[in-house]
């Protein structure tokens, strides 16, 4: 079979299984989409921040030029790293180009043969490609179940008594929305000497003290090897950043490929992600709003009548699911709500599970009373 008749095929078996990604142009209608949780993407006041403090740069570089070991270091770049470190209360931080990059570097870096990767089923993308770049083994664990991951670390005990054991967990998970049970794992983890590495990309800027994760706020953070926050979400901006120990730190400056072979982010970036979290703490009613935007929303959904098949999701997080069965219906109800001027995204299988194909409803301090009862009441027609 040539390569084209391989693309055309899988393209083809994408299609049937109703799941062919394509690219959409803009839509009009409330936003119960985006990762924007607080608005920072769109704040024309936070905007004129950053316009006016890059203005103030000494001799701005609209690119980065090249990786940080070479020309792409600067003064900005390790002043907001001391700035990150002192936020996520870590010994040092390390800026990465995005949360995917940093995932996957961060443990393709650490892991090696003779390792064990333990990790819950429902992790990103992101850290799944850092384990199959790395040769250590990997076994997952059920979500959130405290018992299965200790059944497996019990085992670890004697199939990996040489190598290290890494455990991998999101904190706030980006499908289901729901919490890592944190403090739990933190006690499993340290009872079974196995290295905890917590992606917090959707708890950034929306979970503890000035945005700075729920690790943080439970005060469980220094018992992780490493935390990775995302800047592309709530912070509004883009790019990531791994804070630990400094010699961690040191480590992913030596091994972390990404970092090691790819141009830095540029100078706007890095003003960027500094001033959104001055912003945040001028701005703490923003996430006050959020939270009452999502009470509001669980108030909404409240007795609404939904087929036996059908799960509501609620969180205490921004992101809310409706688990609908099906690509098919799934992505109907999608399309209905857009008809509606409700803009959520069908999440479908393989992404997820097949049979867990879910509406993903990302609330927002911005989406009005208004608008969520407009969500809620398309919602109810569709299934009417
Ligand atoms: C849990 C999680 N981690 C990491 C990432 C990747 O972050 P970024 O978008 O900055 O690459 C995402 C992106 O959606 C995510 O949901």
């Known amino acids: 079979m040539s390569i084209h008749e391989r693309i055309k095929e899988q393209l083809n078996k994408r299609m049937q299984a109703g799941n062919l990604r394509c690219l959409k142009a803009e839509q009009a209608g409330a936003d119960f989409f985006s990762n924007d949780y607080l608005g920072f993407a769109r704040s024309a006041e936070l905007a004129a921040w950053v316009a006016q403090r890059y203005a103030a740069l000494p001799s701005p570089r609209l690119g980065a030029t090249g990786s940080r070991l070479l020309s792409g270091n600067s003064s900005l770049a390790m002043q907001l790293e001391q700035k990150l470190a002192q936020i996520f209360d870590g010994q040092a931080a390390l800026l990465f180009n995005s949360g995917y990059v940093a995932n996957m570097a961060l443990i393709a870096a650490l892991a090696q043969k003779g390792d064990l990767i333990l990790y819950d089923e429902l992790i990103h993308a992101s850290l799944r ?4 770049l790395s040769l250590a083994d990997r076994k997952p664990f059920l979500h959130n179940n405290l018992a299965d991951l200790e059944r497996k670390l019990q085992t670890a005990c004697h199939t990996h008594t040489n190598g290290c054991v890494f455990v991998v967990t999101e904190s706030v998970y980006s499908m289901d929305g729901d919490n890592a049970v ?3 794992i933190v006690a499993l983890c340290q009872a079974y000497n196995a290295y905890l590495l917590i992606d917090e990309a959707h708890s950034t800027g929306i979970f503890g003290n000035l945005g700075n994760g ?3 706020s439970l005060g469980v ?4 090897l490493a935390r990775v926050y995302t800047f592309g979400k709530a912070i509004g901006a883009h790019g990531a950043c791994i804070v630990g120990e400094q010699q961690l730190i040191d480590y992913l400056v030596n091994f972390a490929r990404p ?11 890095l003003v960027s992600i500094a001033t959104a979290f001055d912003y945040l703490a001028q701005h703490p009613e923003l996430v006050d709003k959020l ?4 009470a509001y929303y ?10 036996a098949d059908v799960q509501l ?5 921004p992101i809310q699911a409706i688990v609908v069965p099906g690509n098919a219906r799934c992505k109907a109800l999608a399309a209905s709500l857009a008809g509606a001027g409700c803009l959520a995204m069908p999440i479908l299988a393989p992404t997820v599970a097949a049979g867990a194909e879910r509406l993903r409803i990302c609330l927002h301090a911005f989406n009005t009373k208004l608008e969520i009862d407009s969500l809620v009441q398309a919602i109810a027609r569709f299934f009417s």
């Open 214 to 216: 729920i690790a943080c």
């Open 129 to 132: 490609e850092g384990y199959r």
């Open 298 to 307: 669980h108030e909404a959904v409240t007795g609404l009548y939904l087929p």
């Open 291 to 294: 939270r009452e935007v999502v």
């Open 182 to 184: 944190l403090a739990d």
């Open 313 to 317: 999701i609620c969180n205490q997080s």
């Open 259 to 269: 970092f090691i072979f790819s141009t830095a982010l540029p100078d706007h970036t």
């Open 221 to 224: 953070h220094r018992h992780c």
